[in-house]
Each structure stands twice: as structure tokens, then as C-alpha cells.
């Protein structure tokens, strides 16, 4: 059974930092393009980092340009959301999501075959 599972959410203070976590199982990560969504109340979800094969190209929302960073770790099957400076702003629902490399067009929350069922981050003082 294909399985995306988030963890590491929760609540923080502004300026703080969380370490999510996305375990792929039923499938091996090695071959496919991983994703991180999030979605607010009565927003739209949009895409806050996408990373390739390889780390052959990564993408950042300008949002969260240097102060996210995505990472991989194929031998343990898992992808990585470290998020520093947290901001009230950041607050919501943190998906990730996997395609396979050959189907990768760029971070679009349409292009993602599978998806995990999230995670909450809450960014309050």
C-alpha cells in the first residue's frame, strides 16, 4: 500500500523552528520528485518546496526563501521540511506529496500523484 505519512508539527512561537518529516511506504523515494504543500483556512494550498532526484533542482515559495530548507534521505525512505523563523503567517496544514522523476513539471499542487494526509503547524505567540 502507497503511504506518505507527516510528522513533526505543532505549536511554536514566532521565530521558532520545526522539522517535518514525510516516510514514504509501499514505494521507494529514490526515483520520485517529493513536495511540500500547505493549505490555510480559506486559502488556496500552494507549493512551498519541491526537491528532484539527486537535489538536481529545488524550488522555495518566495515566502520562505532562507528560512526553509527541503532535504532527502533515500536509504531511509524520507524527506525532510526544516523550517526556521517561523512566522504567524506559516500557519497551516503541511502536506507532502511524491511524483515520479519523469513526470516532475515543476512544483504544482497538480502534479503530485501521491499525497500524505498532513500535519498542523501553528506559528502564535
Known amino acids: 500500500q502507497v503511504q506518505l505519512v507527516e510528522s513533526g508539527g505543532g505549536l511554536v512561537h514566532p521565530g521558532g523552528s520545526l522539522r517535518l518529516s514525510c516516510v514514504a511506504s509501499g514505494f521507494t523515494l529514490d526515483y520520485y520528485a517529493i513536495g511540500w504543500f500547505r493549505q490555510a483556512p480559506g486559502k488556496e494550498r500552494e507549493g512551498v518546496s519541491c526537491i528532484s532526484i539527486n537535489y538536481s533542482s529545488t524550488y522555495y515559495t518566495d515566502s520562505v526563501k532562507g528560512r526553509f530548507t527541503v532535504s532527502r534521505d533515500n536509504a531511509k525512505n524520507t524527506a525532510y521540511l526544516l523550517m526556521n523563523s517561523l512566522e504567524p503567517e506559516d500557519t497551516a496544514v503541511y502536506h507532502c506529496?511524491?511524483?515520479?522523476?519523469?513526470?516532475?513539471?515543476?512544483?504544482?499542487?497538480?502534479?503530485?500523484?501521491?499525497w500524505g494526509q498532513g500535519t498542523q503547524v501553528t506559528v502564535s505567540s
Open positions: 506529496a511524491a511524483v515520479p522523476f519523469r513526470h516532475y513539471k515543476g512544483c504544482s499542487n497538480t502534479g503530485f500523484d501521491f
